[in-house]
């Protein structure tokens, strides 16, 4: 292994750290601190799911900002900015007496994890990898899903133990000692010498920001996300509350949950290999399609058949979207513009991640029952599928556009 190497691999490493602590901590908790924090401050399904709701819209009009900074400076001063953000909005959330300061906590959040986690990530990974980048994005971003498997036992513990502020408190304290540190020192946006800025003598290979535009693959990007994050995250606050419903203990539900996060991380790491031979565009697609299926596999709730089938199934494909659409948006556009690219379809995973949650929860206020949530999810899954199969590669789009043009 040559140096180019090894300093490739400690990159993967410093990012997947990142994304375990701040993707893994600041987002994919949210299920755990739902029940306690509606008993302490007697608030519904809806107002408790609008804070991850804050946190996804927030994002998502912040992440064109950062595609375009990741563009114009280096990666580990965005990234090691976003760790310390967080940690600070945990913290900040944790001494919270109502919706007011837990809106401003959640806001700093959604602009933390725009800045440190899945659009700096698939920058960074798409610069300093090439044959094997399915396979480094599939590491990388297990992160969130093993990050979100330990640091949900972590909140719920000391949730149980300690109560909601502490749990906080707990989230917040890696950040500040172990991410930021680490990315700063480590995380790098190209391998040194590789000085193709935007603007440059040499610029990478790829599209301008008007034609991406104005492709086909840039709107089924967009829906491919839009549908992943909706249910995603979605199903990341209304699941643990679910298996409560129907009759679970709150440990042995959030126990159950974790299992499929620790089970996304292999997906995301098959399904990661799986892009390098199959494309992303139809590991996407047969990823999301898988996931629709195991969605509607936690309907079985009462059956140990259905919802161990249920957490194999949609906890493997649960997350590997996140490995595969930098790629797709690679494979589709080049590295030119790749973070201010992925900075414009980062707003519609951002607002899928801001519907869903609130959809779940207004769905379930009005009655209709986890049921239709679930089927709905399912759907929305299905139709995500299909707008990744509709993608197109950069030569084809490029040929596309060149005909237009005569």
């Known amino acids: 292994m040559t140096p180019r190497d090894r300093r490739a691999w400690l990159v993967v490493v410093s990012l997947f750290v990142?994304?375990?602590?701040?993707?893994?901590?600041a987002y994919n908790t949210a299920g755990v601190f739902f029940a306690p924090m509606r008993r302490y401050f007697g608030w519904d399904a809806t107002r408790q799911s609008s804070l991850q709701t804050i946190l996804a819209l927030t994002a998502g009009v912040t992440a064109p900002l950062f595609g375009w900074l990741l563009d114009?400076?280096?990666a580990r001063f965005v990234i090691s900015g976003g760790i310390l953000l967080s940690g600070a909005c945990l913290l900040l959330a944790s001494r919270a007496a109502g919706?007011?300061?837990l809106t401003v906590a959640y806001v700093g959040?959604?602009?933390a994890i725009a800045a440190a986690t899945l659009l700096p990530n698939g920058l960074v990974i798409a610069n300093w990898?090439?044959?094997?980048?399915?396979?480094?994005?599939?590491i990388t971003t297990s992160g969130t899903s093993i990050?979100?498997?330990v640091m949900t036992l972590v909140a719920a513990h000391t949730i149980a133990a300690a109560g909601w502020r502490a749990g906080y408190v707990a989230l917040a304290l890696p950040a500040f000692l172990i991410a930021a540190p680490l990315a700063a020192l480590t995380v790098r946006t190209r391998p040194p010498g590789a000085e193709h800025w935007a603007g440059s003598a040499n610029p990478l290979a790829g599209m301008d920001i008007g034609p991406a535009l104005r492709s086909r693959s840039f709107w089924m990007i967009a829906a491919a996300q839009f549908c992943f994050s909706l249910a995603g995250a979605g199903g990341t606050v209304h699941t643990v509350p679910y298996l409560i419903h129907s009759g679970f203990r709150p440990e042995r539900a959030a126990e159950v949950f974790s299992v499929t996060f620790a089970?996304?991380?292999?997906?995301?790491?098959?399904?990661?290999?799986s892009a390098d031979l199959l494309t992303g565009r139809v590991a996407l697609a047969i990823t999301l399609a898988l996931a629709a299926i195991g969605q509607l596999l936690v309907l079985g709730v009462r059956s140990s058949l259905l919802i161990g089938g249920y957490v194999v199934l949609y906890g493997a494909m649960s997350g590997a979207p996140l490995a595969l659409i930098p790629m797709v948006i690679a494979e589709s556009f080049g590295l030119r513009r790749f973070g201010s690219v992925s900075g414009l379809t980062g707003i519609f995973i951002t607002l899928g991640g801001a519907a869903g949650p609130l959809l779940g929860g207004l769905i379930v206020d009005h009655g209709l029952g986890y049921s239709t949530v679930f089927v709905l999810f399912a759907a929305i899954l299905a139709a995500?599928?299909?707008?990744?199969?509709s993608c197109a590669p950069l030569g084809v789009l490029s040929q596309h556009i060149q005909n237009n043009e005569r």
């Open 18 to 25: 990142t994304l375990f602590v701040v993707f893994g901590g």
């Open 72 to 74: 114009k400076i280096e």
């Open 99 to 101: 919706f007011g300061v």
């Open 109 to 111: 959040l959604g602009v």
């Open 129 to 138: 990898f090439d044959e094997r980048r399915g396979l480094a994005l599939g």
């Open 147 to 149: 990050g979100g498997m």
């Open 263 to 273: 089970l996304a991380s292999v997906g995301k790491f098959l399904m990661g290999f």
């Open 384 to 389: 995500g599928a299909l707008a990744a199969l």
